[in-house]
């Protein structure tokens, strides 16, 4: 079983930065390929960002944070990363990681292949 645990969000103005961090539980952390999505008020889940198991080499975006997010990941630590620069009040949500194996990293947007998430972090952005 692997456990995720968020953290990092919180209260920002828009332009600030936030950074976001996943715990992962369990030795096979590398072995998971791991996502973002982002889900606010009467609004379905979102994705937001993907990165590749083992190096991280391939990354994906959604359109909407392109060149101003950036996801990566620290196998030694087990943790995965989200930085958040030049915030809108439209990145206003809960933020959850997921982690998955074994499926094809074109999938990744989808909410539905991935088989554990956290509990999610408030980001909020607000003058």
């Known amino acids: 079983q692997v456990q995720l645990v968020e953290s990092g969000g919180g209260l920002v103005q828009p332009g600030d930065s936030l950074r976001l961090s996943c715990s992962v539980s369990?030795?096979?952390?590398?072995?998971?390929?791991m996502g973002w999505f982002r889900q606010a008020p009467g609004k379905e889940r979102e994705f937001v960002a993907a990165?590749?198991?083992?190096?991280?080499?391939?990354?994906y975006y959604a359109d909407s944070v392109k060149g101003r997010f950036t996801i990566s990941r620290d196998n030694a630590k087990n943790t995965l990363y989200l930085q958040m620069n030049s915030l809108k009040r439209e990145d206003t949500a809960g933020y959850y990681c997921?982690?998955?194996?074994?499926?094809?990293?074109?999938?990744?947007?989808?909410?539905?292949?991935?088989?554990?998430w956290g509990q999610g972090t408030q980001v909020t952005v607000s003058s």
């Open positions: 990165i590749s198991r083992s190096t991280g080499t391939s990354t």
């Open positions: 997921a982690a998955v194996r074994g499926e094809g990293f074109n999938n990744l947007y989808s909410a539905y292949v991935y088989d554990f």
């Open positions: 369990g030795r096979t952390f590398s072995m998971y390929d």
